[in-house]
């Protein structure tokens, strides 16, 4: 059975590396490699993987909006997100596409004991890596505050979502001080080195700090400067991209691989 990660650039792409330790801990046998996707052909790139007899896919950045459309059908999850990181070719032939990192994010706060019902979590940025997670965190019942540089982007994310559970949009810069349950990072601020500009005693005040981003040699900036102003509770997203890598894999192969030895594997 052949499966792929699809992104541009790939080469980075930790994704081979786990579903072949997913493949020989669950014992199937399985293809994983990865497929640099081109700009201008990348539908008709994906079309060609399939026609040739793959059986499903994942996909990064910057095609996950582009995957989204080109898929026949969507799980709810992903039809809200408008975004997919997992294609699956049904018996039909047709492309089932599904969203796995909300998920991902909500096994790995489960996993770190950090998410119980009727919390209340601060989510930093609303662009896509946001939308990807609202919903599976709504319906793991937490309160979801989510604040933007950008008030107008937070405020649409909250009304698209406030039917499937309490959310609401507040600007970065006008946080009331509180303490929150978890503090989550989804703005890509650390992609391009720029500070966050939320106040520290929000950040002191948190009882955990969550970046969705990695960094699997040092803290990320966003978690060295939460640890630098006392916050114990810390974790990067090497849990969410594994957790999300299980999902994906449940959803392929019908087994959920255990995700714990990965993070002494890789
Ligand atoms: P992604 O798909 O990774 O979420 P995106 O759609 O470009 O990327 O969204 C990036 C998010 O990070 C946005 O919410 C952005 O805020 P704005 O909407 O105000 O642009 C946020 N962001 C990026 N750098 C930031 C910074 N230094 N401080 C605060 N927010 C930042």
Redesign the pocket.
């Known amino acids: 059975m052949l499966y792929a990660v699809w992104g541009n650039p790939i080469a980075q792409s930790k994704s081979p590396q786990i579903h072949r330790i997913f493949a020989k801990q669950t014992a199937q046998d399985v293809q994983y490699d990865a497929m640099l996707g081109d700009e201008q052909d990348f539908e008709r790139q994906l079309l060609a993987f399939f026609a040739q007899g793959a059986a499903g896919c994942n996909i990064t950045?910057p095609f996950k909006e582009r995957a989204f459309k080109l898929a026949d059908a969507h799980s709810e999850r992903c039809l809200i997100a408008e975004a997919c990181n997992t294609l699956k070719k049904l018996d039909d032939g047709t492309l089932y596409a599904d969203n796995t990192d909300g998920a991902g994010l909500v096994t790995d706060l489960q996993r770190l004991n950090w998410i119980k019902p009727n919390q209340t979590l601060l989510i930093?940025?609303?662009?896509?890596?946001?939308?990807?997670v609202l919903l599976p965190l709504l319906h793991a019942q937490q309160n979801i505050v989510i604040a933007?540089?950008?008030l107008a982007?937070?405020q649409l994310l909250a009304e698209k979502f406030s039917p499937y559970g309490n959310i609401r949009a507040v600007e970065?810069s006008q946080l009331p001080t509180q303490s929150f349950d978890v503090i989550i990072n989804?703005?890509?601020?650390g992609?391009?080195g720029?500070?966050?500009?939320?106040n520290d005693e929000i950040l002191r005040a948190a009882k955990a700090v969550y970046d969705m981003q990695y960094d699997r040699q040092k803290d990320t900036p966003f978690l060295a400067r939460c640890g630098a102003l006392g916050v114990q509770n810390r974790s990067d997203g090497f849990g969410m991209l594994l957790a999300q890598a299980a999902h994906t894999f449940h959803l392929w192969r019908g087994v959920m691989p255990n995700i714990t030895p990965l993070f002494e594997q890789l």
Do not use: W
């Open positions: 950045s930093l940025g609303a662009g896509g890596a946001t939308k990807g933007n540089r950008t982007k937070a970065l989804a703005t890509s601020s992609l391009h720029g500070t966050i500009q939320i």
